[in-house]
């Protein structure tokens, strides 16, 4: 027991002060993550789709049989484009011509920035600060947007955006309040300084160990403070034998250690060490589902685009055109200024997916299916807690070694899959780390919960850390101490009787 103290009190010292952390940045997390920029931000910024001189490909269209990647039909500075991967490199070819954009010029890059101010609302002058190689917000999106402009606003909100001075992308926008909340929530919550960050493999590293030393600590202080329990001579209930505030760390470790626990392993888990948590995910179920387009397709799409054979369904106007593959055909979702989807077919008519196309597809499934059906309600793994999903969703539960779980949606026929390793994630990491427990996936009910949970955790972790280093300092004073007093002991020489 005193060695097992010992290594509990040393290790709080270590990172228990980082654990307080973790904990008071837990607060700012539950309403604040990091800065991103998000889908329908990204589309309120596009204007609407002009196809009227569209479309040319000229000499970059692959050969026919070339798998086609995702790509986006979008308007860039008044003119269509065709937004596409190729490689690790992002392409952007104008329409009207038929060749690739060009580095933009920082007129240019300004006037993205305007457009994309006016679809959100985002009032003052930008400003082209100039192009970076990374910042803080950054971090693990500048390197594949280079080069990457950074636009400032004049703003009461101080809003930021970073634009792809290739591609014309916008792929980053913060304000002043989302910047700030932000260093006292995800970053130091998530170990997320530039300096750190942006080395992958060290960032990984100290996570990784600081979250085990961290459960090590947790699960020690549980130990000690069960074995800590005296039982009463008379009436022989259990007591603490501390007092002041050893006392009230003991009782609250008592109380909130299996929590503290809990959420420091599933923290570490989120990081998935050494591949615990890795696992195929049904992808193979996947790719069978959805299949694989090729570049004949889009060139058909963008053929009777050009003829006039292309009709968009009757709307205020539409602002993005992309692939929705199933069953090996290539369909579009086209996106409405309003946010409307509609699924099309390669001649711009609509053609919703229906059930038995479904049907179809999952009967040809290589491993034999347990159950299959339209599901009206979330379950335990599909459920829009921090996240939207689409409902209804076609359901199928396969009878396969992992159980795998797969949910098609019904609009677009984008399968979301899920096999053991999945439904371990969601009770290792989600429901341990964010208590995304069924029961509260209502607001406010789940805010309440943390919030007093989150506060008998933080009490753990502060009253440990600071009596840790107090005990620490005075075992390091009392070293000095004795060291000092064997230094200045001095032996006197023992009296011998002269000889005669």
């Not at 020690?220 to 501390?242: A, C, D, E």
Request: proline fraction near 4%; include cysteine; hydrophobic fraction near 40%.
């Amino acid at each position: 027991m005193h060695y097992i103290l010992l290594f509990h009190r040393y290790l709080a010292v270590a990172v228990g002060l980082l654990m307080t952390l973790w904990c008071l940045s837990g607060f700012v997390m539950m309403y604040q993550a990091m800065p991103e920029l998000t889908s329908e931000q990204r589309l309120n910024g596009l204007q609407p789709l002009l196809l009227s001189e569209c479309c040319e490909l000229g000499n970059l269209a692959p050969h026919d049989d070339t798998p086609l990647a995702g790509f986006r039909i979008e308007m860039l500075l008044d003119k269509p484009v065709l937004r596409f991967s190729s490689g690790q490199n992002n392409q952007t070819i104008d329409l009207t011509r038929g060749v690739p954009i060009t580095e933009l010029s920082a007129e240019q890059i300004t006037r993205v920035a305007e457009q994309y101010a006016v679809g959100n609302g985002i009032a003052g002058t930008p400003v082209a600060a100039g192009i970076i190689s990374m910042d803080q917000w950054t971090i693990q999106s500048a390197r594949r947007n280079q080069p990457a402009w950074h636009i400032t606003f004049d703003d009461r909100a101080g809003t930021e955006i970073y634009v792809n001075g290739l591609t014309g992308d916008v792929f980053q926008q913060t304000n002043r309040r989302a910047r700030v909340l932000a260093w006292f929530g995800a970053i130091p919550h998530w170990l997320y300084p530039t300096v750190l960050r942006q080395n992958g493999a060290l960032w990984t590293d100290i996570v990784v160990w600081t979250s085990t030393m961290g459960t090590f600590l947790a699960a020690t202080g549980l130990y000690v403070g069960i074995s800590r329990l005296r039982r009463q001579r008379v009436s022989h209930k259990l007591k603490s034998p501390y007092k002041g505030l050893w006392y009230w760390h003991h009782i609250s470790g008592l109380v909130f250690g299996i929590l503290v626990l809990t959420w420091v392993f599933s923290g570490l888990m989120t990081m998935n060490p050494w591949g615990a948590l890795s696992g195929t995910g049904g992808v193979n179920y996947r790719s069978q589902l959805t299949g694989e387009a090729t570049w004949s397709g889009l060139k058909e799409v963008l053929t009777n685009i050009r003829n006039q054979d292309f009709e968009l369904p009757e709307s205020d106007g539409f602002v993005q055109i992309t692939p929705a593959v199933f069953d090996n055909e290539l369909f579009l979702m086209a996106v409405s200024t309003r946010g409307e989807t509609f699924r099309l077919d390669r001649s711009g008519r609509s053609t919703p997916l229906q059930t038995v196309d479904i049907e179809r597809v999952v009967a040809g499934l290589e491993a034999p299916v347990h159950s299959a059906g339209l599901m009206h309600d979330e379950d335990l793994y599909y459920y829009g807690h921090k996240r939207e999903v689409s409902l209804p969703v076609y359901r199928v539960l396969m009878d396969d070694d992992e159980q795998t779980r797969l949910y098609i949606d019904t609009r677009t026929g984008a399968v979301r899959s899920l096999g053991s390793a999945g439904r371990w994630s969601r009770w290792i990491r989600t429901v341990l780390h964010d208590l995304d427990f069924p029961g509260l996936w209502n607001r406010p009910v789940w805010d309440v919960v943390v919030i007093l949970l989150l506060t008998g955790v933080t009490l753990v972790c502060a009253t440990g850390t600071w009596m840790s280093f107090r005990r620490i300092r005075r075992d390091i004073l009392s070293f000095r101490r004795r060291i000092k007093k064997k230094a200045a002991y001095k032996p006197t020489t023992p009296y011998r009787k002269p000889s005669l």
